[in-house]
């Protein structure tokens, strides 16, 4: 069975510094991965997603994310953080194509991140 | 892509009664899942519906509790039955598009008094 583990419930860091949360995961096959970002009051929101093609990946609002396997780690990064990028990130991991009713997504605890003026 | 809109967007309950919360979506969709976050958890997956048939429930969650409706490919409702204050949580709709993607609604505040 598959499983992601995020290192850290909160991450803070400064406006306009390199922004790094982590993501391990744990799958039988190829997986395919995910992060998504939860705003304050919202729903979750796709960021990017990994599913066999380059590895590294990138996604919207200037994140990014690199899938290595010999380390199982799926870490997102953005180069300069905003005030903006404040809010809750969760990495996730699903074994196969996602239509068929046994294929779950598996979600993180997800981590906080703060962003200090 | 897909639009979701879930209602309530948050309510206040009183213990021992119900709540059903409703998930739309702007397009047909085979399978619609419900999740639970609780304070400070990930998501937990509730249930999947598929349009027709019943729910399939995961483990630790029944159909009296959760009791869950799929009329048809657009539209879900979840029912959270007898409340307690354990069952405080957000509680979000999702659907998935293409074959990779999942979409959420914005996700129901569930307080029980």
């Known amino acids: 069975a598959q499983s992601v583990t995020q290192l850290g419930s909160h991450v803070s860091v400064s406006e306009g510094a390199l922004v790094l949360l982590r993501c391990n995961y744990s799958?039988?096959?190829?997986?395919?991965l995910f992060w998504y970002v939860q705003y304050p009051n919202q729903g979750l929101q796709l960021l990017l997603k990994?599913?066999?093609?380059?590895?590294l990946v990138k996604g919207i609002n200037g994140f990014e994310a690199e899938f290595k396997k010999s380390e199982t780690s799926f870490h997102l990064t953005k180069p300069s953080a905003h005030m903006s990028d404040a809010a809750e990130y969760f990495c996730?991991?699903?074994?196969?194509?996602?239509?068929?009713?046994?294929?779950?997504?598996?979600f993180g605890k997800g981590t906080r991140l703060h962003i200090l003026p | 892509s897909a639009v979701i809109s879930q209602k309530p967007s948050r309510d206040i309950c009183q213990r021992g009664t119900s709540l059903t919360i409703q998930c739309q979506v702007d397009?047909?969709?085979?399978?619609m899942f419900w999740y639970r976050q609780q304070p400070g958890q990930s998501l937990t997956l509730i249930a999947t519906?598929?349009?027709?048939?019943?729910?399939?429930?995961e483990s630790g969650f029944v159909i009296d509790k959760f009791p869950i409706s799929r009329p048809n490919l657009t539209f879900s409702t979840l029912t959270v039955s007898n409340m307690s204050p354990e069952d405080s949580s957000i509680y979000l709709c999702?659907?998935?598009?293409?074959?990779?993607?999942?979409?959420f609604g914005q996700g129901t505040r569930l307080t029980v008094v």
């Open positions: 999702s659907v998935e598009k293409g074959d990779t993607e999942a979409f």
């Open positions: 799958s039988s096959v190829p997986p395919y």
């Open positions: 990994y599913t066999s093609a380059a590895t």
């Open positions: 996730a991991v699903s074994d196969r194509v996602i239509m068929n009713r046994d294929d779950k997504i598996i």
């Open positions: 397009s047909q969709v085979t399978m």
């Open positions: 519906a598929n349009q027709g048939s019943e729910a399939t429930y």
